[in-house]
């Protein structure tokens, strides 16, 4: 069955950075696009970014653009997100998810559980 | 940006019928995916392209889209079914609705 798992969260200082990782199984990982989603405590879902299943395409949410980048190893099956000069406004529960393409549109059919980030001094 | 509008909540008598919105400019042009969210748990996709249900998802819940209204129908509802649910669509990134809270009284 598919799972994704993600690991990496954790208390940051304001302007420091952070990796995430999502270790993905039960399906061929360089076949799919993927997905980072965040939402921040007690809000709505709030999408980060989008990686082609080949690494050749990569979209951002305007918030995190040019801060955050979103990167894959398909020999590890592993998802990432490189966030830097962190934000207090950045923290939320982060998750990764996989891309589903059909009617000329991207969805997410299956998530990890998530892992908070909490950007505070 | 594309915007997607949803009502904040609604609510519904168990057995009865639930009937979320998503309203977007001529949405109907676009497909719309919807997740459920229960509290303290990862989003679950239940429909997806509009209309169809993913493998383990019960027939009760259906979606349609036309017009500037997405909806997202719920039948026969339980207590279960208490959660977040939100819209989305693909405009070259992806965009959520703000979320619905639906509570079954």
């Known amino acids: 069955q598919v799972q994704l798992v993600e690991s990496g969260g954790g208390v940051i200082q304001p302007g420091r950075s952070l990796r995430l990782s999502c270790e993905a199984s039960?399906?061929?990982?360089?076949?799919?696009?993927m997905h980072w989603v965040r939402q921040a405590p007690g809000r709505g879902l709030e999408w980060v970014a989008i990686?082609?299943?080949?690494?050749?395409?990569?979209f951002y949410a305007d918030s995190v653009k040019g801060r955050f980048t979103i990167s894959r190893d398909r020999s590890k099956n592993t998802l990432f997100l490189q966030m830097n000069s962190l934000r207090a406004e950045d923290t939320a529960v982060y998750y990764c998810a996989r891309a589903r393409y059909g009617s000329g549109s991207y969805s997410l059919d299956y998530w990890g559980q998530g892992t908070l980030v909490t950007v505070s001094s | 940006s594309y915007v997607l509008t949803q009502p904040p909540s609604v609510s519904v008598a168990p057995g009865k019928t639930a009937m979320i919105t998503c309203g977007g400019n001529?949405?109907?042009?676009?497909?719309v995916h919807w997740y459920q969210q229960k509290p303290g748990q990862a989003p679950v996709m239940v429909v997806y392209?509009?209309?169809d249900r993913p493998s383990g998802i019960p027939e009760r819940f259906s979606g349609s889209n036309s017009g500037n209204t997405a909806t997202l129908t719920v039948t026969r509802v339980e207590v279960g079914d208490e959660a977040d649910y939100y819209c989305q669509v693909w405009d070259s990134l992806v965009i959520f609705g703000g979320g619905t809270k639906l509570t079954v009284l």
């Open positions: 392209d509009d209309s």
């Open positions: 001529n949405i109907g042009t676009r497909t």
């Open positions: 990686i082609w299943d080949d690494g050749s395409n990569r």
């Open positions: 039960g399906f061929t990982f360089s076949r799919y696009a």
